[in-house]
T-cell receptor, first 111, second 115 residues
Framework: QKEVEQDPGPLSVPEGAIVSLNCTYS??????FMWYRQYSRKGPELLMY????GNKEDGRFTAQVDKSSKYISLFIRDSQPSDSATYLC???????????FGKGTTLSVSS | DADVTQTPRNRITKTGKRIMLECSQT?????MYWYRQDPGLGLRLIYY???????NKGEISDGYSVSRQAQAKFSLSLESAIPNQTALYFC??????????????FGDGTRLSIL
């Protein structure tokens, strides 16, 4: 079992839909959780960061961490065609240690 | 200009050749990283450097070496390239003053094909 599991998709939704992207993990020591967005032919860009459990909201994006279930989510409200990208979850145990990435989920939002 | 610049953007070469991928940054960050991305495997850490005198192996360092020539420059070398090193390579930087200091700023990648 890989440390971080992420369904690669692809996930296709119409414009305006609410999107839910998820990752599960096996190592209960993970404390830092991130979501990156990667457009085609570009490097990943940090979208959201959460420490430990809880929710974090930034505009149309909400990141949730449920450490009891070892499950993290990214919600996108009112999805736009510009949200079409690959979304990577990543996590690590503590500051200074390596990030472990999921494989990424490809999202397509149609207008 | 991009904050993290990788050269070349694309490279095709033959098995056994020595390859160097270069990364330069204008962020002023001390911490730099090299990752490779493969379909179905995600991003994996090859090497990282927390300052000019500090080099650390990542998850998959075998077959690779790095050089931190200056704060702004971090190069990745494949001494004798093999086909399974065909991948998309990313350089990244992070700000150690942030409490989380995870990689934040990625270059646009080097697509390397080894025949």
């Amino acid at each position: 079992q890989k440390e971080v599991e992420q369904d690669p998709g692809p996930l296709s939704v119409p414009e305006g839909a609410i999107v839910s992207l998820n990752c599960t993990y096996s190592n209960s020591a993970f404390q830092y959780f991130m979501w990156y967005r990667q457009y085609s032919r570009k490097g990943p860009e940090l979208l959201m960061y959460t420490y430990s459990s809880g929710n974090k909201e930034d505009g149309r994006f909400t990141a949730q961490v449920d450490k009891s279930s070892k499950y993290i989510s990214l919600f996108i409200r009112d999805s736009q065609p510009s949200d079409s990208a690959t979304y990577l979850c990543a996590m690590k145990i503590q500051a200074g240690t390596a990030l472990i990435f999921g494989k990424g989920t490809t999202l397509s939002v149609s207008s | 200009d991009a904050d993290v610049t990788q050269t070349p953007r694309n490279r095709i070469t033959k098995t056994g050749k020595r390859i160097m991928l270069e990364c330069s940054q204008t962020k002023g960050h001390d911490r730099m990283y090299w990752y490779r991305q493969d379909p179905g495997l995600g991003l994996r850490l090859i090497y990282y450097s927390f300052d000019v005198k500090d080099i650390n192996k990542g998850e998959i360092s075998d077959g690779y070496s790095v050089s931190r020539q200056a704060q702004a420059k971090f190069s990745l070398s494949l001494e004798s390239a093999i086909p399974n090193q065909t991948a998309l390579y990313f350089c990244a930087t992070s700000d150690p003053d942030r409490v989380d200091n995870q990689p934040q700023h990625f270059g646009d990648g080097t697509r390397l094909s080894i025949l």
